[in-house]
Nanobody, 125 residues
């Protein structure tokens, strides 16, 4: 069974930066595409970013494109989300997720198989 453990998050001012990490158990991490999602109170969980198993291709939602960067280290079994130029509307609980399917533009919550516990990101005005 794959376990995803997140770290990072916290409170930052608008315009600031924050980094999130997600460490996966097992050697199957290298075969998974990985994604980041976020969920604000009263809203559905939404796609943020995706990276293929090799790290060769990334995908971003329009709302974060140019500000967020997803990356991975397959030696450390870790995926990262670097968030720059943060806005108050970025405030949400952020989740990392693993997808056993490593092809296609898969942005739906139910397409992912394993989830981290979530970490709070608050961006103040």
């Amino acid at each position: 069974q794959v376990q995803l453990v997140q770290s990072g998050g916290g409170l930052v001012q608008a315009g600031g930066s924050l980094s999130l990490s997600c460490a996966a158990s097992g050697r199957t991490f290298r075969t998974f595409a990985m994604g980041w999602f976020r969920q604000a109170p009263g809203k559905e969980r939404e796609f943020v970013a995706r990276i293929t198993s090799s790290g060769g291709t990334t995908y971003y939602s329009d709302s974060v494109k140019g500000r967020f960067t997803i990356s991975r280290d397959n030696v450390k079994n870790t995926v990262y989300l670097q968030m720059d130029s943060l806005k108050p509307e970025d405030t949400a609980v952020y989740y990392c997720a693993a997808d056993r399917v490593d092809f296609g533009t898969r942005y739906r919550v139910h397409e992912y198989d394993y989830w981290g516990q979530g970490t709070q990101v608050i961006v103040s005005s």
